[in-house]
Structure formats: C-alpha cells, structure tokens
C-alpha cells in the first residue's frame, strides 16, 4: 500500500471503529446489569421481564463476538495507516499463517481494500443491529417489571 489516499482510507477507518468503542461499552454495560439483575432478583421478577433481561445476556455473547472482531480489525487498519503491516497481502499471509483466515492460492491477488473496508462496516452496522436489540430488550424488561 503506497497510495496516501489508501493510509488515509485506513486511518479514518481506525478513528471510527476507535469511535464505535463507545457503543461496545454499551452493550457490555447492558449485559452486565441485565446478568446483575438475574442473579439477584430472578425469583421476584415476572415472566417477561425475566426472558428480557436473558435475552439481553444471550444478544450480550453476540455482541462481545463482534466487538471483539471490531476491535482486531481497529488494530489492522491502524497498522495499515501507520505502515507497520507492509501490505495488504503480508496481512493475508500473516493472518492465513495464525489460522484465522484460508490460505490465499499462490498466485492470487490479495483482497482489494474497499472490500476489507466494506465488510468493516457490515461488521459495524451488525454490531449495532446487535446493541439496539439488546437496548430495546433492556427497555421491555424494565417497563414489565413489578415495581412493588
């Protein structure tokens, strides 16, 4: 990668997936309190109530998943944009090398980069999918529960 508007592209992916940390924060802060209320109040708690806030903690697994995804392609891009990984298919090499992707053919081009960055966010619109639905869960349960 030696074309500035790619670093630039990489950089700008890396400050907004760095942004998109806030919404991760909310997601595992709902999921906590959600498995909180579980643990303490289970018995006192009405039915749906109860599958609102389980549903929250089972969406919160889902959303650790791609927070975490997020997180390492956050990482990527930012040694993209800083010249530490030397290109795009030395990242190829090295991911299929650690088991976390197939090894490209031997004489296949590495994937373009506008297509690592639209499925950054794919990723990214997921994990928002994700964190509203637990958002929308949380707020059902609490709008259900006996308040005596």
Same mark, same amino acid.
């Given at each position: 990668?030696?074309?500035?508007?790619?670093?630039?592209?990489?950089?700008? @992916?890396? =400050? /907004?997936? %760095?942004?998109? *940390?806030?919404?991760?924060?909310?997601?595992? +802060? $709902?999921?906590?309190?959600? !498995?909180?209320?579980?643990?303490?109040?289970?018995?006192?708690?009405?039915?749906?109530?109860?599958?609102?806030?389980?549903?929250?903690?089972? @969406?919160? =697994? /889902?959303? %650790?998943?791609? *927070?975490?995804?997020?997180?390492?392609?956050? +990482? $990527?891009?930012?040694?993209? !944009?800083?010249?530490?990984?030397?290109?795009?298919?030395?990242?190829?090499?090295?991911?299929?090398?650690?088991?976390?992707?197939?090894?490209?053919?031997?004489?296949?081009?590495?994937?373009?980069?506008?297509?690592?960055?639209?499925?950054?966010?794919?990723?990214?619109?997921?994990?928002?999918?994700?964190?509203?639905?637990?958002?929308?869960?949380?707020?059902?349960?609490?709008?259900?529960?006996?308040?005596?």
């Amino acid at each position: 990668m030696t074309d500035d508007n790619d670093r630039t592209t990489c950089a700008a @992916l890396a =400050a /907004l997936l %760095r942004a998109m *940390a806030l919404l991760a924060l909310w997601g595992f +802060a $709902l999921t906590c309190i959600s !498995a909180l209320v579980l643990a303490l109040t289970l018995r006192s708690l009405s039915t749906t109530a109860t599958m609102g806030f389980g549903a929250v903690v089972i @969406l919160g =697994a /889902l959303e %650790r998943y791609f *927070a975490f995804r997020l997180r390492f392609d956050e +990482a $990527l891009f930012d040694g993209l !944009a800083r010249n530490t990984v030397a290109s795009l298919d030395a990242l190829d090499r090295s991911l299929a090398s650690l088991g976390l992707r197939e090894p490209p053919p031997s004489q296949h081009a590495p994937r373009p980069l506008d297509d690592r960055v639209q499925g950054t966010r794919q990723l990214m619109q997921r994990h928002a999918i994700v964190v509203a639905c637990q958002s929308a869960m949380f707020l059902l349960a609490l709008m259900t529960q006996d308040i005596s």
